[in-house]
């Protein structure tokens, strides 16, 4: 999320995720922290999400394979403790899986606007439709955090910025398309599940908004629901 400047004035004012889900995002930077020898109240579930003996025991193997995830999608502190922050992402990661190609299988999403962009904040899921029709997604996006919420509704992109950079974080927001103020569609070099969120914006990977900035076109609808979880 950041400001829009043109010409001086701030205008006031965001291949699919099923074949496969794909986790090799930019990871976090590793941290120098040692693994706890601690089980957490998620250890089951978090071993057999990540495919390791599942008996609630935590193990040196266990807690690596757990820091390592932790490391990758930027979840502090990374000491491989199975916590509900890391088992709220994996858990999260399953649902988004559980959807399949057919992300608006709740009709929330209107049908009756020709092509539209979607945002799902419960699942922050993200696809482009035209009716009945998906065009593109669904994929996974990371949106506005707790006090910073994406918000919700039936939006138009109103500018696009392949350059921008925000005047507010100072940092670049490539391939930004508006839709509600500051808060649009833009790439970033982070994980989708890097916890806590976004300032607003709907972050995606670059080849994801890329995509979008090749589909979409300024007077295009947005169409924003749901909760994220946490906020």
């Known amino acids: 999320m950041g ?112 092509r539209i962009a979607c945002v799902n904040l419960s699942l922050q899921l993200s696809w482009i439709q035209d009716g009945n029709k998906l065009v593109y997604g669904p994929v996974p996006v990371r949106t506005g955090r707790n006090g910073y919420e994406t918000r919700t509704g039936l939006k138009k992109i109103y500018w696009r910025d392949i350059d921008h950079v925000s005047t507010i974080y100072n940092v670049p927001m490539p391939y930004s398309q508006f839709f509600d103020g500051g808060q649009a569609f833009h790439s970033v070099n982070l994980s989708m599940w890097n916890p806590p969120g976004s300032h607003g914006c709907v972050n995606m990977t670059t080849t994801d908004a890329k995509k979008y900035w090749s589909l979409l076109r300024t007077g295009d609808d947005v169409f924003v629901y749901g909760r994220k979880p946490g906020t």
């Open 3 to 114: 400001d829009i400047r043109r010409r001086g004035v701030v205008a006031l004012g965001v291949t699919a995720l099923v074949a496969p889900l794909t986790l090799a995002l930019t990871a976090a930077p590793a941290q120098a922290a040692s693994c706890t020898t601690q089980a957490g109240p998620y250890q089951k579930q978090v071993e057999k999400f990540l495919g390791r003996p599942v008996d609630g025991r935590q193990s040196s193997a266990d807690c690596r394979a757990i820091q390592a995830f932790q490391n990758k999608h930027g979840i502090t502190p990374a000491i491989g403790y199975a916590g509900p922050v890391t088992w709220g992402v994996m858990d999260l990661m399953n649902k988004q899986k559980a959807v399949g190609n057919n992300p608006n299988r709740d009709g929330k999403c209107p049908v009756n606007k020709g």
